[in-house]
């Protein structure tokens, strides 16, 4: 299926939801050559789907053009260091970005995918105080910081995972997005489960859908993206310093570590001030978190 669609019938789904898929086609086509956006009610995992695409297998040739997939539900999402990202129908958006690209340099692109989401759902300009604000935790994490009072908390509202394939010399990368929409009340185990409890889009955005958060999304992601392949993450380290949410925090790293964070530098890497100096933390099997919460998560439940 290659053609944009608008609509998707699904006999298991009473109520379809209504992607804006014609209209991001339109808004794209133009800056994406060969683009397509297509919306499955059901797949494993959007990012598995992609690579497997671009890598094509015997009898069916390799497909290395740009695409949207977007998926109602996933039956197998997946997240950094081999975690399971868990999703409902509706109460999650989940969707993939493949697309081929040649950056002179890698460093920092799933920053830039997180600062973009972070810009389009909360513009800086926009704040207001005492309203929720989207923070950024290193290297891909989407933080819901929600204001001070009884419920002031710091709860993760999304993520993302960044894949790239080569084949005859074109390297593809597949960027996969997940964010919680609606909060609906997650199974005890679940949630207990989980070191950081999730964060909700409409906590920040009442009466948004996934649709609608799609549409948000995506194209300034594009422009991010391509602007990332021309000028690298130096443009973006003052955008993620203003949404840094480790910044001046004690940090337990997984290589048994930890020290103070200070934001991000030239390349992406986070600079972690420890006892033996300043170190650069560049690995994406090292993972981060803030020293006074519990061990990290092994599935990470959606709304
Ligand atoms: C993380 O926080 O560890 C990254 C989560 C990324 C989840 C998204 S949902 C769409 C895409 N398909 C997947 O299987 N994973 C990403």
Redesign the pocket.
């Known amino acids: 299926m290659t053609a944009p669609k608008g609509k998707v019938m699904n006999s298991s789904t009473p109520e379809p939801i209504r992607w804006p898929a014609e209209a991001l086609w339109e808004a794209l086509a133009a800056v994406l050559p060969g683009f397509t956006v297509e919306v499955l009610p059901e797949i494993d ?4 789907e992609l690579m497997r695409r671009f890598r094509g297998s015997p009898g069916i040739a390799p497909r290395p053009e740009p695409t949207l997939l977007v998926a109602e539900q ?1 039956s197998a ?4 260091l081999g ?1 399971n ?1 868990q999703s409902r129908r509706g109460a999650s958006l ?3 970005l493949g697309l081929p690209l040649q950056p002179a340099d890698w460093s920092g692109l799933s920053l830039v995918a997180g600062i973009s989401v972070a810009e389009s759902l909360e513009p800086l300009a926009l704040r207001k105080p005492g309203a929720p604000r989207i923070g950024l935790k290193w290297p ?2 989407l933080w819901l910081q929600l204001p001070e009072g009884k419920d002031a908390a710091e709860r993760k509202l999304g ?3 960044v894949e790239t394939a080569s084949w005859e010399g074109m390297r593809y990368v597949v960027i ?3 964010i919680n929409i609606d909060p609906v009340d997650l199974p005890e185990a679940t949630a207990a489960m989980a070191a950081v409890p999730p964060g909700c889009l409409r906590d920040l955005l009442p009466g948004v859908d996934t649709p609608e958060a799609l549409m948000r999304i995506v194209p300034p992601l594009v422009q991010a993206v391509q602007a990332f392949e021309q000028f690298g993450f130096a443009p973006f380290q003052s955008r993620f310093a203003a949404r840094d949410v480790l910044a001046g925090r004690v940090v337990d790293l997984s290589d048994g570590s930890s020290g103070t964070a200070h934001s991000v530098g030239e390349n992406g890497a986070l600079l972690v001030h420890t006892a033996n100096g300043m170190k650069e933390i560049t690995s994406s099997e090292v993972s981060v978190r803030p020293s006074t919460h519990g061990a990290a998560a092994k599935d ?1 439940p959606a709304c």
């Open positions: 995992s959007t990012n598995s996933q999402g997946r997240g950094r975690r990202w989940t969707f993939s891909n994490d993520g993302i995972l996969g997005i997940g990470t």
